[in-house]
């Protein structure tokens, strides 16, 4: 079982930035992928940004250019760094963590909100 706590949201002027960060932590063995998802209410869970064990990343469309995800595999840390804020990133940015073996696990979300 992975547990993740995310850290970081809050409330950012447009054109900010704000550092998501992720701790995962409970047997976590072999390659895996961490990343995060975001869900604005009213509309479907999105991709934002993924990270695999060994480097390769996924970003959403709407986040491209302005994210960026790393990660820290000794801490088994990943981050979100997120410059050039708009309103419409206003969500709840939710850990993921993929084990490739059948589980997936997510945080509890941790909430961003852009003002205009």
């Known amino acids: 079982q992975v547990q993740l706590v995310e850290s970081g949201g809050g409330l950012v002027q447009a054109g900010g930035s704000l550092r998501l960060s992720c701790a995962a932590s409970?047997?976590?063995?072999?390659?895996?992928?961490m990343g995060w998802y975001r869900q604005a209410p009213g509309k479907q869970r999105e991709l934002v940004a993924i990270?695999?064990?060994?480097?390769?990343?996924n970003y959403g469309d709407s986040v491209k250019g302005r994210f960026t995800i790393s990660r820290d595999g000794a801490k088994n840390m990943v981050y979100l760094q997120m410059n050039s804020l708009k309103p419409e990133d206003t969500a709840v940015y939710y850990c993921?963590?993929?084990?490739?073996?059948?589980?997936?696990?997510w945080g509890p979300g941790t909430q961003v909100t852009v003002s205009s």
């Open positions: 993921y963590f993929n084990t490739y073996r059948g589980s997936i696990y």
């Open positions: 990270i695999s064990t060994g480097g390769p990343r």
């Open positions: 409970g047997g976590i063995v072999g390659s895996n992928a």
